[in-house]
């Protein structure tokens, strides 16, 4: 079988078998995600890429995933990221077949570009064990967001890949990537907090589709509302002409 570009999506296939066995591995345990603020925040971060992403440009695709297992290797213990974002690559379009409910790296022919972890209590690893392995497994950025500070003083930390280990950053664009990240106050689907959100170079924000619709419905009522007024000043400026005589339609 000839080796899968990096473009192209697993396979869809269920016989066609590509790398290792994965037949033993347990690519979902239905474990709930361990609480609601930590829920809607992997959501905000995938849908607005989707929503309002065109991706890394020139037409080149990208898959974002939410608590899906990430293998590299068949024998070694799956990692399971809040968010991982991977370019030039699609997601396959049956995704029911075993090698197609998760990230195995040897289908996607590379690793993500970038991974996200919401700390929610302080026995995840996230700046221990997970920063050491997705190092090693080639992610070129890291980012750990701790809105409550269980692990860090600092809410927002981001790493970027030299060699085989992660060196702390403070830029928060992402080089490469074509994407930044911001904290942001504000609600999100009935829950307010501070929230970690992608962003443009120019720190705008990238907007969910239900944020999308209610700018458009806002620039539709502003647009309304100055048409209105504009109908009645002339009004009121062809009332004056009429009380001196002058027809305003002439």
Not at 172 to 201: P, S
């Amino acid at each position: 079988m000839d080796e899968m570009t990096i473009a192209d999506p697993p396979v869809d296939d269920e016989d066609v078998i590509v790398g290792p066995d994965i037949s033993h591995l347990i690519t979902e345990d239905d474990t709930p995600v361990d609480n609601i603020f930590s829920e809607r925040q992997m959501a905000l971060l995938r849908t607005a890429l989707y929503d309002s992403w065109p991706g890394p440009g020139d037409g080149r695709p990208f898959v974002a995933m939410a608590n899906v297992g990430l293998f590299t290797m068949a024998e070694q213990t799956v990692l399971v990221p809040d968010l991982l974002v991977s370019l030039d690559v699609r997601a396959p379009d049956n995704p029911f077949p075993k090698i197609n409910r998760s990230y195995f790296v040897w289908n996607y022919g590379k690793p993500p570009d970038v991974v996200v972890e919401i700390v929610s209590n302080n026995k995840g690893g996230e700046l221990g064990n997970k920063l050491l392995d997705y190092a090693r497994m080639g992610v070129a950025y890291y980012v750990v967001y701790d809105p409550e500070g269980h692990i860090s003083d600092a809410p927002l930390r981001i790493f970027t890949r030299q060699g085989m280990s992660f060196v702390e950053t403070t830029d928060h664009w992402l080089h490469g990537i074509g994407l930044g990240l911001i904290l942001w106050e504000g609600d999100y689907e009935d829950v307010t907090g501070v929230w970690l959100r992608w962003c443009n170079q120019d720190g705008s924000l990238l907007h969910t589709g239900q944020e999308n619709a209610a700018i458009e419905r806002a620039r539709a009522d502003e647009a309304s509302q100055r048409a209105e007024e504009a109908h009645e000043r002339a009004e009121k400026l062809a009332a004056r002409l009429r009380a001196l005589g002058i027809d305003p339609d002439a």
